[in-house]
């Protein structure tokens, strides 16, 4: 597939990688309509292109992942039009959250209110040591939109969460890791590498494997235990008919490499 025709995005793919770009520099990546618009086509491509197995999502330069929402855009809403615009980006975000394939955020200085609602509907974050998160919403009279108030206290806790978007005081990346915001901090220069060293990881493994064990947690998280574990039998027994399973036993125990199929 080509991934070129884009005006808000940049998208490579290599080594069944895609890494994904938010390319508004001049005004930090804000999230306005036409990247919406972007960032739902270009992950609907990618979530049904085999030659892709991970992505990296990430905002190009240093300064932001995303900075947030377009202010000039939320200005002109009103009760009704601010409740679609909430729609729109819940239901992006959601598309990146339940694509099939991990998502990896990439987080590269300011990822604030949408910016880090984005980060938060990826499967993975991991921050640079000079990013700074936050939920700044109440100080526009607003409450977070794209799902941060849904997935913020999932991933923090309740009262983690509250805290963040009652102040909608930022934190740094130290503290992010501390409290379960972000799963691994590195050197701003190091942040792609290690992004690229974590999708190679998880390119060597059994690529039906990974989707199950995708879907096996977002479709459990929601069920009491009893009900989470059908879920999980159910997913382990389809992959127990698989090729690659087949594939990645015998190749254990006669001691070489697998080779995977997806089948």
């Known amino acids: 597939m080509s991934y070129t025709n884009y005006e808000t995005l940049l998208c490579e793919v290599r080594e ?40 990296l999502l990430t905002g190009a330069g240093e300064k932001a992942f995303a900075a ?27 598309l990146i959250e339940t694509c099939g394939k991990p ?20 499967t993975l974050r991991i921050a640079s040591e000079t990013a700074r998160l936050g939920q700044p919403e109440v100080k526009l009279g607003l409450v977070p939109g794209y799902g941060g108030t849904q997935r913020l206290p999932r991933l923090v806790g309740q009262a983690g969460a509250l805290k963040m978007m009652l102040t909608g005081e930022m934190v740094g990346a130290a503290e992010a890791l501390r409290v379960g915001l972000v799963d691994e901090v590195v050197p701003a220069a190091e942040l792609l590498n ?23 947690v977002r479709r459990g998280a929601d069920l009491s235990l009893e009900e989470g ?34 089948r």
């Open 103 to 122: 998502v990896i955020a990439l987080v590269n200085g300011f990822a604030l209110g949408g910016g880090c609602e984005l980060a938060l509907a990826c």
């Open 16 to 55: 069944q990688v895609a890494v994904v770009t938010l390319n508004r520099p001049k005004v930090l990546h804000a999230l306005n309509a036409v990247v919406f618009d972007e960032l739902e086509a270009v992950f609907a491509a990618l979530s049904v292109d085999e030659a892709v197995r991970v992505i």
């Open 194 to 216: 290690r992004g690229w060293t974590l999708a190679r990881a998880i390119v060597a493994v059994a690529p039906l494997a990974v989707a199950g064990c995708l879907e096996a």
């Open 229 to 262: 574990l059908r879920v999980e039998a159910e997913i382990f027994g389809r992959l127990c008919g698989t090729e690659d399973k087949r594939e990645g036993v015998g190749a254990f125990l006669e001691k070489r490499a697998a080779g995977w199929v997806g």
């Open 68 to 94: 947030g929402a377009d202010l000039n855009e939320v200005l002109q809403t009103d009760a009704g039009t601010g409740e679609t615009l909430a729609r729109r980006g819940q239901g992006v975000f959601r």
